[in-house]
């Protein structure tokens, strides 16, 4: 979640959220992409008896049943990798937490799918945030996230999914936005 400086520091905080434009999800696209291109490319060259590859020579392959079988990994992986780039362009999960004191709002957006619900916007008056809350989980599966702490609302994540950010930035955002707030920083 990267902070952006206000422009008056007293009306407004925004932060923007990442969301599926992170450097892992193009590395994985990209390696899924040349894979799968690999495995179908071999299964046409098995098919067709000429060389579509660079690195190796297929043609030797017997297309029933290992050129089949290279089609039909080379065909899921493509699709694998259609969808990743397609969550990549659709930006899924990206978005922006809007904090103004002017207005006395609090809007959480986030991207989805596209469709109708294509655009989550969550709204809130800000005399009904309590407090904001750090939420920290060692261990195999670590879970570092920030909340805001709205009556009747509940908990609602102001962190991104995925990687869990570093302790340190996660404790300077906290307290950051709690100061902002004037509400209790909560989970230290």
Request: hydrophobic share 45%; aromatic share 10%.
């Amino acid at each position: 979640m990267a902070v952006s400086a206000p422009s008056d520091r007293d009306s407004s905080l925004r932060q923007e959220i990442l969301g599926s434009r992170r450097f892992s999800n193009y590395f994985w696209a990209s390696i899924v992409s040349m894979g799968a291109l690999g495995f179908f490319l071999s299964s046409l060259s098995s098919l067709l008896k000429v060389n579509l590859l660079i690195v190796s020579d297929p043609t030797q392959l017997v297309f029933v049943p290992q050129g089949i079988a290279m089609g039909f990994y080379g065909t899921a992986g493509l699709l694998l990798a259609a969808y990743l780039w397609l969550a990549i362009s659709w930006d899924v999960g990206g978005g922006y937490n809007l904090f103004d004191r002017k207005e006395g709002t609090a809007t959480l957006l986030r991207r989805g799918y596209p469709g109708k619900n294509r655009k989550v916007e969550l709204s809130y008056d800000l005399k009904d945030v309590t407090a904001v809350r750090i939420e920290i989980k060692e261990g195999i599966n670590p879970k570092r996230a920030l909340y805001l702490r709205v009556k009747g609302r509940g908990d609602l994540p102001l962190t991104r999914v995925g990687q869990p950010i570093s302790l340190s930035s996660l404790e300077d955002q906290g307290a950051e936005l709690a100061r902002f707030l004037e509400v209790p920083l909560e989970g230290l």
